[in-house]
């Protein structure tokens, strides 16, 4: 069975710092990797996609993967209290059969 | 990116009842998509609908449970049927990104409270 594991968190870090996010995917045949954002009582918005090795940054968000781990992070610099929210790590298999991690919980402390 | 609207938003229904969601989208899409998230819990993809095609469903979820319309490209219908308090969740649909690479843009979602 195709699984994608994330810590449920709650993840606290204080206002400006560095939060780190980790997803972990069982399927080594996935190609392609995200992370969406949900607020409580919201629906999920994409904020990154990754498809290669390596890291791949778009403004404080940057997303790392390493398939030979097949592991895959986000990192959100300067953290901001509108970043507390539930972080889901998706994966690909292809065929749009996506996979939805459970989500980890961030909450920033101003 | 694509908007999509939901309704009802949310409902409260009774055992034994059926409830039709609408997913409406503001662009012609190919792919719309529906997935269940029950509280607490991450999202379950129930099926695929493709215009002028039967719609996929994923393992666990039979047409007769969830039947879905696809009448063409900016509209989707689910219906969940027959509902028990097991069916109370979050419903959303979502469609294709059209940016490649398997990206999908989510419904505001409908919330079902069976009782």
């Known amino acids: 069975q195709k699984e994608v594991e994330q810590n449920s968190g709650p993840l606290s870090v204080p206002e400006g710092a560095i939060a780190s996010l980790n997803c972990t995917y069982s399927?080594?045949?996935?190609?392609?990797f995200f992370w969406y954002r949900q607020y409580s009582g919201k629906s999920p918005e994409l904020i990154m996609s990754?498809?290669?090795?390596g890291d791949k940054e778009d403004g404080r968000f940057t997303a790392q993967l390493n398939k030979a781990s097949q592991y895959v992070s986000l990192l959100i610099r300067d953290s901001q209290p509108s970043d507390s929210a539930t972080y889901l790590c998706a994966v690909g298999p292809g065929g749009f059969k996506t996979i939805f991690g459970a989500g980890t919980r961030l909450f920033v402390k101003a | 990116s694509a908007v999509i609207s939901q309704k009802p938003s949310r409902d409260i229904c009774q055992r034994g009842t059926s409830l039709t969601i609408q997913c409406q989208v503001d662009?012609?899409?190919?792919?719309m998509f529906w997935y269940r998230q029950q509280p607490g819990q991450s999202l379950t993809l129930i099926a695929t609908a493709n215009q002028g095609s039967e719609a996929t469903y994923e393992s666990g979820f039979v047409i007769d449970k969830f039947p879905i319309s696809r009448p063409n490209l900016t509209f989707s219908t689910l219906t969940v049927s027959n509902m028990s308090p097991e069916d109370s969740s979050i419903y959303l649909c979502s469609v294709d990104g059209g940016q490649g690479g398997e990206t999908q843009y989510f419904g505001p979602g409908t919330r079902l409270l069976v009782l």
């Open positions: 399927d080594r045949g996935s190609q392609s």
């Open positions: 990754i498809y290669s090795n």
């Open positions: 662009s012609q899409v190919t792919m």
